[in-house]
């Protein structure tokens, strides 16, 4: 039930590249492919509601909690991590899991009475606390917070809600400050139903800097959403199943577009939908259909992908030399977490593979230049007929670049004899 896999895409052909383009795009949102962290989190948030449940249908004043709701207060679970890397899908995918509204009928109720498995808001726009609390009850109310937060614990208790959820907390009430969102979430959490909110990491470095008493209720207990690894089975089913759902339009050898997508977007999956997206543009501006690596690789060049181009080479720096401070706070995680091994291997082994690139790039002459040129230009051509990686050129060694370094300064060097 938390998996998506849509269905392949038809008949882009017959749309306008833009068009074709959204679609596209739209279809490849819908894919999710939980990872073990997801699965986790689901589970966790399924039993804490099951526990709830039990415990409070079990108890002796379970009717009387219906007319006087008992003073209760939860210490919310937060869901942090980079913009991008699944939070909102998991979220998603949690609440397919959770029961739906069902009907039933109770000796204690006259009639029959809807009972919900857990209420969802998005605090976008939201003024505080008091508004929110209007919401769960269905819209605006002349109670006054107090009034509502009673009405919201008998509701919860007569509902049989289990679950609280709050997504969207950083584009609450825009603009005032993180006190705002601290009333919401204190506020939410009086209600006394297990209570969960999704935040940036923005958001979470402006909640450290409350008061302890805050922080003590807010932050102690969260949960971090990492990008998958480059070598995990989940990123490389993920990458598999947006081939597929493009109906095989991207004409790439899978792993190798495993290794780039990963290269190029840091394994967040917005990012690659909107790489994939605008390589899809690429290729139509070229006359073509089919995605191949090529219009990837322009589409991480181009002006549209410029700014998530440099969050990425700023991340990919993070993974290899942390540097904290307060001038990237949205890119670095609040919590003392250590990177995976393997990603930070694989940053390391991607500049390592710039770098020496680039250093062989200097030591070659202008006609070694502009016959690689024109090899690069022939091999564009002959892609569209067989959009297959070609064998990397060998790494020079360190004799090989010394004795191209000396080749280009001799080459370069002005006679002594002005005569000459």
């Given amino acids: 039930m938390a998996t998506v896999r849509p269905a392949p895409i038809e008949d882009l052909e017959s749309l306008a590249a833009s068009q074709a383009a959204d679609r596209f795009a739209d279809a490849l949102k819908q894919i999710f492919i939980p990872d ?30 219906l007319y006087n709701p008992p003073e209760a207060e939860v210490f919310p679970l937060c869901l942090t991590g980079l913009a991008g890397v699944g939070k909102s899908e998991t979220i998603k995918a949690l609440r397919r899991v959770l029961p739906g509204p069902i009907h039933a009928i109770s000796e204690h109720a006259l009639s029959e009475h809807l009972l919900v498995s857990h209420w969802y808001s998005s605090a976008r726009g939201k003024a505080g606390g008091r508004q929110q609390l209007a919401d769960f009850l269905g819209g605006s109310s002349k109670l006054n917070q107090a009034k509502l937060l009673i009405e ?13 959820i709050l997504e969207e907390l950083q584009h609450a009430n825009t603009g005032a400050g993180t006190a705002k969102v601290t009333d919401l979430l204190l506020t939410v959490a009086n209600i006394g139903v297990p209570t969960y909110y999704v935040a940036n990491y923005s958001l979470v470095h402006r909640l450290k800097d409350r008061n302890n008493e805050d922080k003590q209720r807010l932050l102690s ?3 971090v959403m990492l990008p998958e690894p480059p070598d995990s089975a989940t990123w490389r089913e993920y990458i598999q199943e947006c081939v597929a759902v493009s109906n095989y339009r991207i004409v790439v050898d899978v792993e190798m577009l495993t290794i780039e997508l990963y290269r190029w977007t840091f394994g967040l999956k917005r990012l690659v939908v909107l790489l994939l997206k605008q390589a899809y543009l690429e290729a139509r501006q070229a006359g073509r259909y089919e995605i191949q690596m090529q219009d990837i690789s322009r589409a991480y060049l181009s002006t549209s992908y410029s700014v998530n181009r440099a969050d990425v080479g700023k991340l990919q720096e993070l993974a290899i030399q942390p540097r904290p401070g307060k001038k990237r706070l949205d890119l670095i995680c609040p919590f003392e977490i250590p990177m995976r091994t393997n ?5 390391k082994r991607d500049r390592e593979e710039r770098y020496i690139q680039k250093v062989y790039e200097s030591s070659r002459t202008a006609d ?34 010394a004795a191209n370094f000396t080749a280009l300064l001799d080459s370069t060097k002005k006679p002594t004899n002005p005569g000459e």
């Fill in 36 to 65: 073990q962290f997801s699965v986790d989190f689901i589970l966790e948030v399924a039993g804490r509601a099951h526990a709830h449940s039990s415990r409070l249908a079990s108890s002796r004043d379970y009717q009387s909690a």
């Fill in 343 to 347: 990603v930070i291997a694989f940053a």
């Fill in 152 to 164: 919201c614990r008998r509701r919860a208790i007569h509902d049989g809600v289990s679950a609280l």
């Fill in 221 to 223: 207990d969260p949960r």
């Fill in 368 to 401: 070694e230049r502009a016959s690689a040129a024109s090899d690069t230009s022939t091999n564009l051509q002959t892609t569209a007929d067989q959009p297959k990686r070609q064998k990397p050129r060998p790494k020079p060694t360190s004799k090989e670049l």
